[in-house]
């Protein structure tokens, strides 16, 4: 299989920041996920009054795929509006080592910072 293509990848991540709903923290996270068939799904974190209740970007962008019937997922690319690169928060990961097994993890800066990762990396020990 090619390398999937990670600037498009990122470039539906940063975009997908238009897409988030973050009244409370104004911490606006663009996601993409890339499927085995070559689709692209976004999302942006959307904020609730109820903390709870709310939902990160890497999640919305990941469920969408399952909901559109994608099980293969290539690769996810995540854009936070930080200085340097972030993790996704726990949720995310667990979410990502079971939905997502052996992805390209794309984690972006707000200035183009990418460091590489899989799900497997970011929450080890669930062999």
């Known amino acids: 299989m090619d390398q999937p293509d990670y600037a498009a990848l990122a470039a539906a991540a940063f975009a997908a920041r238009d897409l988030a709903y973050a009244p409370y923290s104004q911490f606006r996270v663009g996601a993409a996920v890339l499927t085995?068939?070559?689709t692209i799904f976004?999302?942006?974190n959307?904020?609730?009054r109820a903390l709870q209740a709310s939902v990160c970007a890497e999640r919305v962008a990941l469920l969408s795929a399952f909901a559109a019937g994608e099980r293969q997922i290539r690769a996810i690319a995540v854009v936070t509006p930080t200085p340097t690169?972030?993790?996704p928060?726990?949720?995310c990961?667990?979410?990502l080592r079971e939905l997502?097994?052996?992805c390209t993890v794309?984690?972006?800066s707000i200035d183009g910072k990418r460091r590489l990762t899989t799900p497997e990396d970011l929450l080890p020990g669930m062999g």
């Open 42 to 44: 976004r999302g942006g």
């Open 89 to 91: 928060c726990g949720f």
């Open 106 to 108: 794309v984690l972006l």
């Open 93 to 95: 990961r667990q979410v």
């Open 100 to 102: 997502a097994p052996g």
């Open 46 to 48: 959307v904020e609730n």
């Open 36 to 38: 085995a068939s070559g």
């Open 85 to 87: 690169v972030a993790s």
